[in-house]
C-alpha cells in the first residue's frame, strides 16, 4: 500500500503535495518523496522512513513550481532505502514517476530495458515505467503510458510526469480482471 499525489494548478505545488502527503502518510511509512517541474526541469527529492524525515531534508531547499507528484512507500520490492524511494526517474531526468500496486512482470521488462543500455537506479518495479517512457515518448505523454500500460500485468495506478509536458500529468489505473 502506497500513497500517491498529483498536483498541477496556480498554487506551489510543493505545499499541495506535501499536504496531500501528510494526509495519506498512513499508507506507508518507509519512504517518501516528491518531484516538482520548474523551469523545464524536474527536481526529484526523496528519503527513507517517515515522511518528516523528507521534510527535514527539503525544509531548506527551494523547490518552485506549479506541478508536482508525491509518494509515501510502503516497501513490495527492494528495502526501503533512498535509492527505492519514489519518484522513479528515467535516464534523462525527464520523466518522473509514482505507483501504487505492484508490476508482476517488470524482471522481464527490466531485462529488455538493461539489454538496450538503461541504468538502473533502483530495486524497484516502479522505475521501469520511467525507462519505459523515455524510451518510447514522441510528444503525447497520455498515449505513451497508454500503451506502456498494455504491456504491464498487474493490478495498479500510476502517475506520471514529464519535464516537456508543464500543464498536465497522466495518472492511469488498472482494471482488477
Not at 506535501?18 to 517518501?32: F, H, T, V, W
Not at 505523454?141 to 500543464?167: M, N, Q, W
Not at 498536465?168 to 482488477?176: E, S
Request: glycine letters at 12%; proline letters at 3%.
Amino acid at each position: 500500500m502506497c500513497g500517491i499525489v498529483g498536483y498541477v494548478g496556480e498554487q506551489q505545488a510543493l505545499e499541495v503535495v506535501l499536504g496531500g502527503l501528510r494526509r495519506l502518510e498512513y499508507r506507508g511509512y518507509d519512504s517518501a518523496g516528491v518531484a516538482i517541474l520548474d523551469g523545464g526541469a524536474l527536481h526529484v527529492e526523496r528519503k527513507a522512513g517517515k515522511l518528516s524525515n523528507l521534510e527535514k531534508e527539503i525544509a531548506e531547499t527551494a523547490l518552485p513550481g506549479t506541478l508536482g507528484i508525491g509518494h509515501t512507500r510502503w516497501a513490495t520490492h527492494g528495502p526501503p532505502t533512498d535509492r527505492n524511494a519514489h519518484p522513479h526517474q528515467d535516464c534523462s531526468g525527464k520523466v518522473a514517476v509514482v505507483h501504487n500496486g505492484t508490476i508482476e512482470n517488470f524482471e522481464v521488462l527490466v531485462r529488455g530495458l538493461e539489454e538496450r543500455g538503461h541504468d538502473r537506479a533502483s530495486d524497484t518495479d516502479t522505475e521501469v515505467v520511467a525507462h519505459l517512457v523515455e524510451e518510447r515518448y514522441s510528444g503525447d505523454l497520455a498515449a505513451t503510458v497508454r500503451s506502456i500500460c498494455k504491456e504491464l500485468e498487474g493490478s495498479f495506478v500510476l502517475v506520471v510526469a514529464h519535464a516537456d509536458e508543464p500543464r498536465g500529468l497522466v495518472t492511469i489505473r488498472t482494471q482488477l480482471p
